[in-house]
């Protein structure tokens, strides 16, 4: 980032704004709105500054201060520890912690006690200290300054699940640097003033609820934030700083403009082993992809040998940002016409294209404009075209090579990156039942059809596991409705991990011999036909819905049930089968439960449809959404009665 910023030859006319609380803290009188909440945060203030320092750069400083107050055990237990991450933090300027007691006594945390811990191995270190006297009723005061590592990209969460009473954010920088800032999800715009030489971006909010998780739902995305970016230095010029082609030139850069190109050893491996020459552009895609997700180990951790493209290619092992190196070679020397994706994981945000952060470049993809397809190179769980899920729906920065002359530059657009088709991931029965005349037993032909991300809860890791494990798998699908029946006759075809769920769906087949969802009742025998499609998932709304829908991916289920009238009986109330819960949206439905049957001589024909065609929903449309998704538990319930004639 630092090609952007000039040298700033100033001397450190000014420290940071220092911060004070109050030397005498008294217990808060808080509405009794609040007396049935576990804890509330009575105060939060976030403030992130930057200032020249004496070697005329920029120095970044963080100060966080929060009041809690705990009502019960489980807020105690949540509270009466401070975690503070170390991620980038040069030094700790300040730290001071202390307790009030309902009748007023304070006890501070002695510096000393103040711990250095690896929290694990993923988080990285932490500061940690213990809140001591701690009780229902009282309550928790902290406040840290940390020095940090200048970071030019910000995002502040403005809300958790806890209600809080008051908020407020700043964002401070010399007159000449000037930042800029977006609230989301209801929190209030930021305000720029300018006091003492300096840039304040302000904002402040009170009483703000706390969000819970639901189901369905993005619990990130949702809450309340601020984002910040740096965005002009007025000592150069007026120019915006940190664009999206900034980025895109940056990245581009990086990825393919770091080893001499071509690479002999890539060229080597495309000739002689992947032989790529006689195929067309999917299969040469493919070929690549399986080639280096097989014989290559991606490893978290970073480093000069993890990202150099003939250390990759020799020790079989690279960074994330290797990964992608070794691939965008891999398409380039293959002359596969590709773009480079970053996007977010839209679970914890979605990408704003109106601001832009390089904090939402966070997840690499590959587009292939011929194909209108997508891979990821650093998931080696997928295969081409399917990609996580998360990723998609979503908008990201697409950058491509340009060439002019003899140089080549990479130029960004931000595109939409869209979500599979419900016709793609489906999961699929294929059920045929044949009972006895006297009903003593009944034989059953189950056929699963798993394709594309339905398949990829089996398809990568079916021959990795133990044979004992997927005999279990097999069973537990298979045996859904009848746990107690004989299994026979298991096929299982298409787990393959370099074949993708997408092209051939995972299929598992078997027969079953028993009678488990049949019960005797006087003359009569209840058929609970609803177990054959397997336990269903309920929706319940206990309290009142606060987010809006968001689906993981779009998915169909069809079911197709087939089996006879046992002689001498009658179905007393086959109408049951005949169900319609759907939701349109301009005149077409995007999710819908529907089972319908037809009688052919002594033969009773079931089809079920359900599917959900759509992402993202309003909360308006909760009530019908949550309506088809309890359908399937609804059918669950149904049970036929085979009547004596």
């Known amino acids: 980032m630092f090609f952007v910023i000039p040298t700033l030859l100033y001397a450190n006319d000014y420290d940071h704004e220092p911060f004070h609380w ?28 930057y200032i020249y320092n004496d070697h ?56 000393n006690n103040i711990k250095v811990m690896e929290k694990n191995e993923n988080n990285g270190t932490y500061k940690i200290f213990a809140i001591d006297g701690l009780e229902k009723g009282s ?52 305000k720029d003033t300018v006091m003492k030489s300096k840039h304040f971006l302000t904002a402040e909010f009170s009483k703000i609820k706390g969000l819970h998780e639901e189901e369905y739902a993005s619990y990130t995305s949702n809450l309340m934030r601020v984002e910040s970016k740096l965005d002009r230095n007025l000592e150069k010029d007026d120019k915006e700083l940190l664009t999206w082609q900034d980025a895109a030139q940056s990245i581009y850069k990086r990825v393919y403009l770091s080893y001499q190109s071509p690479n002999k050893k890539i060229d ?26 097989t014989n290559y180990v991606l490893k978290e951790e970073s480093g000069e040998g993890l990202g150099n493209l003939d250390n990759i290619i020799k020790n ?35 990408f704003d294209k109106d601001f832009e952060s390089w904090n939402f470049l966070e997840n690499y993809l590959f587009y292939f404009p011929a194909e209108d397809k997508f891979i990821s190179p650093t998931d080696f769980s997928y295969r081409y075209p399917l990609v996580p899920f998360l990723w998609t729906e979503n908008d990201g920065l697409f950058i491509k090579k340009v060439v002019m002359g003899n140089y080549s530059m990479g130029y960004g657009e931000v595109k939409h990156i869209a979500s599979q088709d419900a016709d793609v991931n489906f999961n699929n029965h294929d059920i045929t039942i044949k009972f006895n005349d006297d009903l003593s037993d009944a034989t059953m032909h189950v056929k699963r059809s798993l394709g594309g991300l339905e398949g990829m809860q089996i398809q990568p890791y079916y021959n990795l596991v133990a044979e004992d494990k997927r005999k279990e798998t097999v069973e537990s699908l298979l045996k859904e409705s009848e746990k107690d029946a004989k299994l026979s006759n298991q096929k299982v075809k ?90 349109e949206k301009d005149g077409k439905r995007d999710y819908s439960f529907t089972s319908k049957y037809k009688i052919d001589g002594d033969k009773v024909i079931i089809r079920v449809e ?25 059918f669950n319930k149904i049970t036929l009665v085979f009547e004596k004639e």
Do not use: W
Not at 63 to 83: C, L
Not at 165 to 190: C, M
Not at 615 to 634: C, G, Q
């Open 494 to 583: 298409n787990t393959d991990q370099n074949v993708s769920p997408f092209y051939q769906p995972v299929i598992i087949e078997g027969d079953l011999q028993g009678t488990g969802f049949l019960d005797k009742a006087g003359n009569n025998y209840l058929f609970k036909l609803g177990m054959l499609i397997g336990p269903q998932s309920q929706l319940y709304e206990e309290k009142k819905r606060e987010n809006p829908i968001m689906n993981d991916y779009n998915r169909r289920y069809d079911r197709d049930i087939v089996f006879n009238i046992p002689k001498g009986y009658k179905i007393k109330n086959i109408s049951d089968l005949n169900m319609d819960v759907y939701h």
């Open 610 to 634: 359900e599917f959900y065609k759509t992402i993202f929903s309003p909360l308006t449309d909760f009530e019908s959404f949550r309506k088809v998704i309890n359908a399937s538990a609804d």
């Open 139 to 190: 309550e928790v005061e902290y406040y840290y300054i940390l020095k940090k590592e200048p970071a030019y990209f910000g995002r502040e969460y403005m809300q958790n699940d806890i209600p809080i009473i008051h908020s407020r954010i700043e964002v401070i920088s010399p007159e000449t640097i000037l930042f800029k800032a977006k609230s989301y999800n209801n929190f209030p715009a930021l």
């Open 316 to 350: 079989k092992y690279a960074s994330v940002a290797g990964m992608v190196k070794l691939f965008g070679a891999f398409f380039t020397q293959a002359d596969i016409k590709h773009e480079l994706v970053l996007t977010t994981d839209r679970k914890e945000l979605l």
């Open 268 to 293: 080597n491996i495309i000739k002689k082993e992947l032989h790529l020459d006689k195929m067309d552009e999917t299969a040469k895609i493919k070929a690549i992809e399986n080639y280096v997700k």
């Open 56 to 111: 005329g750069g920029i120095d970044n400083y963080k100060t966080v201060h929060k009041i809690v107050r705990v009502n019960d055990d489980k807020a105690i237990e949540r509270f009466n520890k401070v975690y503070i991450s170390m991620g980038d933090v040069v030094s700790v300027v300040d730290i001071k912690a202390r307790s009030i007691a309902k009748e007023g006594t304070i006890i501070e945390v002695d510096k």
């Open 22 to 49: 109050d030397e005498k803290p008294v217990i808060h009188k808080l509405d009794s709105i609040y007396d049935k909440e576990s804890a509330v945060i009575i105060e939060e203030f976030y403030r992130e500054e």
